[in-house]
């Protein structure tokens, strides 16, 4: 079973901070979503990475996808209340049909 | 246009009861996926349709019965459920059944089980 760890589980931050969460695993993926969930709504899609080394920027978060495929950080920018949220990374096995793995989840709350 | 959606947003429905959950897409996507995500945990895979087609069963009790009518129509149909399957079912799609295709989310049904 390939597993994706997300890191921290839970952070509480003020406006203005800057943060970063981590999604790890010992499998290469051939692309990673990440995704932010409000309580009781679907995963809103933010990124998708395809090429080791790629980094992609959107407003005040950077996603970059490891060089090995296996790894992938989101780094926000001057936090707002507005990015509170569950933040999903999930990847999608090599070679085979599009079924994601979704990593552990990083709960994200940013305060006044 | 990336929407998916989903009706109802809310269900509330008895052990002995039989009822459906609804997702459509117009993206023109060949696949797509049923999702259940219990409280503070990620979605867990249930079911893909690949062209209409079931693809993948993930094991899933068979009080669960999906149906891909067609390419923009995907139902999941409910009988006998557990107060155990109270969760929040999510649909999502994918322009085609490969590794590389991003999977776009609906807002999804939250069922609660009586």
């Known amino acids: 079973t390939q597993l994706l760890e997300q890191s921290p589980q839970f952070l509480s931050i003020q406006e203005g901070e800057n943060l970063t969460v981590y999604c790890n695993s010992s499998?290469?993926?051939?692309?990673l979503q990440w995704y932010r969930q409000e309580p009781g709504e679907g995963p809103v899609l933010l990124v998708t990475v395809v090429t080791g080394g790629e980094v992609k920027k959107l407003k005040r978060l950077t996603f970059q996808f490891g060089d090995a495929r296996k790894d992938s950080s989101l780094h926000i920018t001057a936090a707002q209340p507005g990015d509170t949220g569950l933040y999903l990374c999930a990847g999608a096995q090599t070679g085979t049909a599009s079924k994601l793995t979704f990593g552990t989840g990083t709960r994200l709350q940013v305060t006044l | 246009d990336t929407e998916v959606t989903q009706t109802p947003k809310h269900l509330v429905m008895g052990m002995t009861n039989k009822k459906s959950l609804k997702c459509e897409q117009h993206?023109?996507?060949?696949?797509m996926y049923w999702y259940k995500q219990k409280a503070k945990k990620p979605p867990e895979l249930m079911f893909v349709y690949s062209y209409e087609k079931l693809s993948i069963n993930e094991s899933v009790p068979s009080r669960f019965s999906p149906e891909c009518p067609n390419s923009s129509l995907l139902n999941l149909h409910l009988h006998a459920l557990q107060p155990e399957d109270s969760a929040l079912y999510l649909c999502a799609s994918s322009r085609f059944l490969r590794g590389t295709d991003t999977q776009y989310f609906g807002p999804g049904t939250r069922l609660t089980v009586l």
């Open positions: 993206m023109g996507h060949r696949a």
């Open positions: 499998s290469v993926f051939s692309s």
